[in-house]
Structure formats: structure tokens, C-alpha cells
């Protein structure tokens, strides 16, 4: 099971950037997905998770500026990332769960994909 997490680039602040999270092999729709997202010098941290069931999650940094979506004619899971700000710079990574129920823990997921390296910045 692999995933590959795409879109990321260098950003304006206050712009928006979209990251696609897509699987080999399996289709996404009945798992919970998330983004995690690293700093550099910086621990591993959860941004947002999106459950079987479509429900979504947010850190409370990014709530009412990120969107997390399931495409499932495309078999994506997607990061809209808008009013973005330069502590939003990190790279950015999507992990599978092992069930339909979104966690919080990076401990709490199995298959991740390389990262895609986010840079806000002017």
C-alpha cells in the first residue's frame, strides 16, 4: 500500500495551494485519511483527517482556512490550503488509517506517502 501526496510548491501568504493525496493499489473511500505535516527542527503534527463517513477534522490552526475533500471519481483525497501563512511551511504528508474512524495520533496510521514540501513565503 502506497500513497503519494502531490500539489506543493511555493505559495504567497494569504494565497492558496491545493495538495492531492492519491493510493497505488486500493481505493481510498472507505478509510479514514489524513494530513500531517512537518517543520523543519520540528515534530511530526496532525492537520487534518477525513473519516469514511466524509465527517472532516481540523487542528485549530487551520479551521476555516483548510478544506479536506474525498474525490472519489478520482480517488483523491484533497488539502484545499487558502489564507496561507509562512508557519504553514512544511512538508506536507497524507497517511491511511486502518479503518473509517479518523485519530489523531501519527502512531494511529499505517501507510504513509512521501511528503510534498510546502513554501509560504513572499
Known amino acids: 500500500v502506497q500513497l503519494q501526496a502531490s500539489g506543493g510548491g511555493l505559495v504567497q501568504p494569504g494565497g492558496s495551494l491545493r495538495l492531492s493525496c492519491a493510493p497505488s493499489g486500493f481505493t481510498l473511500d472507505w478509510y479514514a485519511i489524513a494530513w500531517f505535516r512537518q517543520a523543519p527542527g520540528k515534530e511530526r503534527e496532525w492537520v487534518s483527517c477525513i473519516n469514511g463517513g466524509d465527517g472532516a477534522y481540523y487542528t485549530d490552526s487551520v479551521k476555516g482556512r483548510f478544506t479536506i475533500s474525498r474525490d472519489k471519481t478520482k480517488n483523491t483525497v484533497d488539502l484545499l490550503m487558502s489564507s496561507v501563512r509562512p508557519e504553514d511551511t512544511a512538508a506536507y504528508y497524507c497517511?491511511?488509517?486502518?479503518?473509517?474512524?479518523?485519530?489523531?495520533?501519527?502512531?494511529?496510521?499505517?501507510?504513509w506517502g512521501q511528503g510534498t514540501e510546502v513554501t509560504v513565503s513572499s
Open positions: 497517511a491511511q488509517g486502518r479503518g473509517p474512524l479518523c485519530q489523531f495520533s501519527a502512531e494511529d496510521f499505517d501507510s
